[in-house]
């Protein structure tokens, strides 16, 4: 990470968990956890049904409330779907976009990635996209060319200012939810490769300043070699969000 031109952000992503009173109970627990923290931005992202009284009861916590997905429409005959306007609407300020669940068991392609990102922006959201590899992707070799795809076709024809509100998580699929998160390493030449496409799609100069999160198997313990790599400017959490208790010890990275 480099403080000086990104600030770090830690997202929580808590998936199909947590009711509304389960939610109210995550937040009264962290409150006392991240008291004073200004090192770096808080995001959690609840299900559609908790949004709203999440951002409530996070607002005092200086934490940001972001969707899980959204679709492009404004409004109209969609049945199931949620605009990025209704999210607006709840109290959110981001949106995930492209969650390799999503792109695995919905469907999701770099199109509608795509479109989904000018929604977002257009009802003033920021976005934090999701790309990454599958494991059979990095064995043969193919991981810097299915980043490429996706950064190609899910930031088609945005401009300079659209990239102050976009946030790239690299989230290597055989890394989320299995434990087995990517060595810094790893994760750092795949932030480095993301960096420099960017910089080729926008200028580098704005490349320098959009963040990228690391997600897959964070961890309390894991966070700190993450954190100390140039390119890695935060995570998205799955699992260890779900408690106030490591979602504030991936907070305080630094140890407090
Ligand atoms: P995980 O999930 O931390 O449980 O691996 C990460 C994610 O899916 O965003």
Same mark, same amino acid.
């Given at each position: 990470m480099n403080p000086s031109i990104r600030k770090p952000l830690i997202a929580g992503n808590w998936k199909m968990y947590k009711t509304i009173g389960e939610t109210e109970e995550f937040f009264t627990q962290l409150e006392p956890l991240v008291n004073g923290v200004n090192h770096c931005e808080m995001v959690i992202a609840p299900p559609f049904t908790a949004l709203r009284r999440a951002s409530e009861v996070a607002a005092p916590l200086g934490v940001g409330i972001s969707a899980q997905d959204l679709y492009w429409e404004t409004e109209g005959a969609w049945t199931g779907e949620v605009s990025a306007k209704m999210i607006c609407d709840a109290g959110c300020r981001y949106s995930i976009i492209g969650h390799s669940e999503r792109r695995q068991f919905f469907s999701e392609s770099d199109r509608s990635v795509n479109r989904k990102i000018k929604a977002a922006h257009g009802a003033g959201l920021e976005a934090i996209v999701c790309v990454g590899e599958l494991l059979a992707e990095r064995e043969a070799g193919q991981t810097e060319k299915v980043l490429e795809k996706q950064l190609t076709g899910g930031l088609a024809a945005l401009t300079e200012p659209d990239f102050s509100r976009i946030i790239i998580a690299y989230e290597p699929v055989w890394a989320i939810g299995t434990g087995r998160t990517a060595t810094p390493e790893i994760a750092q030449e795949a932030h480095r490769f993301i960096r420099s496409r960017l910089g080729q799609l926008i200028s580098p100069g704005a490349a320098e300043r959009v963040r990228v999160l690391y997600g897959g198997s964070v961890k309390p313990d894991n966070i700190a070699g993450l954190m100390a #790599?140039? *390119?890695? *400017?935060g995570a998205l959490v799955g699992?260890?969000?779900? #408690?106030a208790k490591s979602f504030a010890a991936i907070v305080n990275f630094q140890g407090r």
């Amino acid at each position: 990470m480099n403080p000086s031109i990104r600030k770090p952000l830690i997202a929580g992503n808590w998936k199909m968990y947590k009711t509304i009173g389960e939610t109210e109970e995550f937040f009264t627990q962290l409150e006392p956890l991240v008291n004073g923290v200004n090192h770096c931005e808080m995001v959690i992202a609840p299900p559609f049904t908790a949004l709203r009284r999440a951002s409530e009861v996070a607002a005092p916590l200086g934490v940001g409330i972001s969707a899980q997905d959204l679709y492009w429409e404004t409004e109209g005959a969609w049945t199931g779907e949620v605009s990025a306007k209704m999210i607006c609407d709840a109290g959110c300020r981001y949106s995930i976009i492209g969650h390799s669940e999503r792109r695995q068991f919905f469907s999701e392609s770099d199109r509608s990635v795509n479109r989904k990102i000018k929604a977002a922006h257009g009802a003033g959201l920021e976005a934090i996209v999701c790309v990454g590899e599958l494991l059979a992707e990095r064995e043969a070799g193919q991981t810097e060319k299915v980043l490429e795809k996706q950064l190609t076709g899910g930031l088609a024809a945005l401009t300079e200012p659209d990239f102050s509100r976009i946030i790239i998580a690299y989230e290597p699929v055989w890394a989320i939810g299995t434990g087995r998160t990517a060595t810094p390493e790893i994760a750092q030449e795949a932030h480095r490769f993301i960096r420099s496409r960017l910089g080729q799609l926008i200028s580098p100069g704005a490349a320098e300043r959009v963040r990228v999160l690391y997600g897959g198997s964070v961890k309390p313990d894991n966070i700190a070699g993450l954190m100390a #790599q140039p *390119d890695i *400017d935060g995570a998205l959490v799955g699992g260890a969000s779900l #408690q106030a208790k490591s979602f504030a010890a991936i907070v305080n990275f630094q140890g407090r």
